[in-house]
């Protein structure tokens, strides 16, 4: 039910604009995503740079962050999985329906 405790505790994890990040480039792309493509994608977007151009110290310590508390966040509210064997990203049914634009983005 939208707007119990289980609720807003499933989609906190929205109000974060590196997840929903992580979202729309699942989505974009269509098909699972390595954690260091993943990562390229998420430093691209966040400096709007092309891929080639990116710092590999920032891809580093983003994939980092994604691999330690992004994904894990996500994939514990249903979002996505994430094989930490393969390092493998993969969209979960909700988190290919899911309309994440809706839910409020928090404060810095």
């Not at 109000?15 to 954690?35: I, K, N, Q, S």
């Not at 590999?56 to 994939?75: F, I, N, Q, S, Y």
């Not at 094989?83 to 979960?92: A, E, F, G, I, P």
């Amino acid at each position: 039910m939208v707007g119990t405790t289980t609720d807003t505790a499933a989609i906190a994890p929205l109000a974060h604009e590196r997840r929903r990040t992580v979202l729309r480039r699942l989505r974009e792309y269509g098909m699972p995503m390595t954690l260091a493509d993943l990562a390229d994608e998420v430093v691209g977007s966040e400096n709007d740079e092309p891929v080639p151009e990116l710092s590999g110290e920032e891809v580093t310590r983003v994939a980092a962050r994604l691999h330690h508390v992004d994904l894990p966040k996500l994939a514990e509210a249903g979002f996505l999985t994430y094989d930490l064997q393969t390092n493998v990203v993969r969209l979960s049914e909700r988190g290919e329906t899911f309309d994440y634009e809706t839910i409020p983005m928090a404060m810095p």
